[in-house]
């Protein structure tokens, strides 16, 4: 059963001036495995954060068929949880509080409740426990909005484009992080993102997206094993498929 | 020293100008009409207690300031799902806030004079009606400027708009609300004491009255000195709860 279908999705947005404008138009893809590390790589404003607030179902109206596990979904919080670009850890409370947050939507139940310290764990925040997140990294703020979002115990994560503001130790430790829980949890991933390394670093299935209006326009299979040895070869492969789409400029390469 | 670090010496200037007062008005210039002799005025603070009422004076005003500030805000608690969801309310408070644009408050309270001529509850719910459209109407900004980023990530893990709203949205609104709450508290005493002093029956705007027509400089002086000191307390208790419960900014 596969785990994600989005089928000829389209999405337009209405302008302050009544006019329609199209963001995404028939995007199709689908992520067969429930353990996967997928990502969409795309330059900026090609309707990366609207597709996944879609498939999150954030944003309801779209044309189309979103599938979780073959059921058609139209609300939050059925197995998909969604990390934004920005910070969304809540700075007014620590560490604990940020993750038992998701269990006060959930009901509270006791029984996962002694789980908030084996996700502060999992993402490598033990010890800081009582930690407010408001004056710390994008990186410690990450940690935590990860932890929260593996609290509601989802079957599939979206990460919107969080590494870029980050220093380039602190995504190694993530890449690292993420490809850990991956391995551990029976949890799947996926990052939309303009950074050809990253995708290339963490991904075994990358879909590669055009703006103007967004759709996926190729479909890359990594094998994680030859990482780091074949990036270039993988970076050359995505280089041609940009150029054939002739937006090789839009997309930030570097290896 | 840097700019923010001289904030912490702020209070130098006020003590400065007391001390010009003293020196300039009790000994170089005894006599004169535009500043009382410190001596006098030190004089006049039992007439001020006695002759005028102050206690009762101060407690009502401080009274409709403090209790109508404290009862807008948790009503504005209580009612944020309506403010965010309801339509009608969003455009009710816009129309009120273009008047307040053009007519001010205070013509409000001179139709509630008119109306209620002796009623002293008139003078708190005139408070509590702009201490409460203020915020509103603040509140109205604040919805339309909001992270999305919080509002999305939680609402992924379900939440439905209920709670968003009240365990999400009224945090995310607390550094700008009160950033208000401070201008709203000043603007509460002003107009408060233009009310009391068009109105009369208690409050500082009528010592303020009384001492204008007895031509009373020492009783006017003190009583703006004590309503600038209880003003200043006043700034320092809502200061000590964002600190105590609202000491972190967003991003």
Redesign the interface.
């Known amino acids: 059963m596969d785990l994600l279908q989005v089928k000829n999705v389209s999405k337009h947005v209405e302008g302050f001036s009544g006019t329609r404008q199209l963001i995404l138009t028939d995007v199709n893809f689908t992520i067969n495995s429930v353990d996967s590390f997928t990502s969409i790589l795309a330059p900026y404003g090609a309707g990366k954060t609207t597709l996944l607030k879609t498939i999150a179902a954030l944003e309801v109206k779209h044309n189309g068929e979103i599938k979780l596990f073959e059921k058609i979904y139209d609300k939050c919080g059925k197995g998909i949880a969604y990390i934004p670009e920005n910070p969304s850890s809540f700075p007014w409370l620590d560490v604990k509080g940020n993750i038992l947050l998701e269990q006060k939507i959930s009901g509270m139940q006791k029984t996962k409740k002694l789980q908030t310290e084996h996700f502060i764990s999992l993402v490598g925040l033990s010890g800081y426990e009582d930690y407010f997140p408001a004056n710390k990294s994008n990186g410690f703020r990450f940690r935590v909005s990860l932890a929260r979002a593996l609290s509601a115990e989802p079957k599939l994560i979206l990460i919107d484009d969080c590494f870029k503001k980050m220093t380039e130790e602190t995504r190694e430790e993530l890449y690292k992080l993420l490809k850990n829980i991956n391995e551990k949890k029976e949890v799947s991933f996926l990052l939309a993102s303009t950074n050809v390394n990253e995708v290339l670093r963490l991904s075994t299935k990358v879909f590669l997206m055009k703006n103007n209006p967004g759709t996926i326009f190729g479909t890359l299979n990594i094998d994680q094993k030859e990482i780091p040895q074949k990036i270039s070869d993988y970076t050359n492969q995505i280089e041609k498929l940009f150029r054939n789409e002739k937006m090789l400029n839009s997309i930030n390469i570097y290896v | 020293m840097t700019y923010k670090n001289s904030n912490k010496y702020l209070w130098i200037y006020p003590a400065v100008y007391f001390v010009l007062w003293i020196i300039l008005f009790e000994f170089i210039f005894p006599v004169n009409k535009i500043l009382p002799k410190p001596s006098i005025v030190f004089d006049s603070a039992g007439a001020l207690w006695s002759d005028y009422n102050f206690l009762f004076n101060l407690l009502s005003t401080v009274g409709s300031v403090y209790i109508s500030l404290l009862a807008a805000y948790f009503l504005v608690r209580l009612f944020l799902p309506a403010i965010k969801s309801t339509n009608s309310l969003f455009h009710f408070t816009l129309s009120l806030e273009w008047f307040s644009h053009y007519v001010p408050g205070l013509v409000l309270g001179l139709f509630l004079i008119y109306w209620f001529p002796d009623s002293e509850f008139i003078e708190f719910i005139f408070a509590f009606c702009t201490a409460f459209l203020s915020l509103v109407i603040k509140i109205n900004k604040e919805l339309k400027t909001l ?4 509002i ?8 439905d708009e209920l ?1 968003v709203t009240k ?2 949205v009224w ?1 995310l609104i ?1 550094p700008e609300l009160f950033k208000h709450l401070f201008k709203l508290h000043l603007y509460l005493w002003l107009i408060l004491i233009a009310f009391e002093f068009i109105k009369g029956g208690l409050g500082i705007g009528v010592i303020f009255k009384d001492a204008l027509l007895y031509r009373d400089l020492s009783a006017i002086f003190l009583n703006a000195l004590l309503t600038g000191v209880i003003i200043y307390l006043g700034t320092l208790l809502i200061k000590l709860a964002q600190k105590k419960f ?1 000491n ?4």
């Open positions: 992270p999305d980023e919080y999305s990530s939680i609402r992924s893990l379900g939440a709670f365990n999400i945090k607390q609202f972190w900014r967003l991003n």
